[in-house]
């Protein structure tokens, strides 16, 4: 589904964000990407989704090349970044239907998806106003609708727990799985580290630019008592 090979990036010499990353998600796969600030999480969600450019390497998703073939590749994901970047002067229907459009998803099928995510989401009552009214949180569960409405095959997410209310949390954590469950892959950064090890079949740990775990978290355990926040840390510490 994506298989990341060799990606490097430097921001000037001094400043190494990647350092010969490797990853290869599976179908059907959830994966969480974590590690601590500054260790590259934003860099590869951003380079793996074409909005910069790596020195080296390549990103291949559902058999496609982003460097040679980015249009396709771009069809096979979609993208939830870690601050809300939205046109605010429409309304969210209209958005709505802009990303359906965008990804040629019927109107059926849209219909259907529109109704059923926002729903869930409790976003219905807000479709028809203008985006620039609404809160943080709500313009992140537009957000996440707009990403679900295509079913690409690969859902990318950099901090979405981020603004959600408890009950949208839950709400993202069964799309996730529903996702996954249905063929599809989820990959997402997060600094909620008991989200990730209640909910991920595997995770992926960088630090200064480089991966250093990434398997289920029973095989990164080793048959150690700890949880997960306490693995990061002690593989992470640098003191």
């Known amino acids: 589904m ?50 910069i450019t790596a020195d080296q390497g390549t990103v291949e998703i559902n058999g496609h090349n982003l460097q040679t073939d980015m249009i396709a590749t771009k069809k096979s994901f979609t993208f939830v970044p870690d601050h809300p970047e939205i046109y605010e002067s429409i309304s969210g229907i209209d958005y709505l239907n802009f990303i359906a459009d965008m990804y040629d998803v019927s109107i059926e099928d849209r219909k259907k998806r529109i109704q059923d995510f926002t729903s869930r989401f409790q976003l219905e009552g807000a479709l028809g106003q203008k985006i620039n009214t609404y809160s943080h949180g709500m313009k992140q569960k537009l957000l996440i609708t707009a990403a679900l409405l295509p079913q690409a095959p690969l859902f990318i997410l950099d901090e979405p727990h981020v603004g959600l209310d408890p009950h949208s949390a839950r709400v993202l954590k069964d799309l996730m799985l529903e996702h996954c469950k249905n063929g599809g892959s989820v990959l997402f950064s997060s600094h909620v580290l008991e ?38 840390l002690e593989m992470t510490d640098h003191e």
């Open 2 to 51: 994506l298989k990341i090979n060799n990606l490097t990036k430097s921001y000037d010499k001094k400043n190494i964000a990647l350092n010969n990353l490797n990853l290869d998600i599976k179908k059907g796969e959830l994966i969480g990407f974590i590690g601590p600030n500054g260790a590259g999480k934003t860099t590869t969600l951003k380079i793996i989704t074409g909005i």
């Open 195 to 232: 989200v990730v090890e209640n909910l991920c079949h595997k995770v992926a740990i960088i630090d200064k630019g480089k991966l250093i775990a990434y398997d289920t978290l029973d095989n990164i355990k080793q048959n150690k008592e700890m949880t997960l926040e306490e693995i990061f």
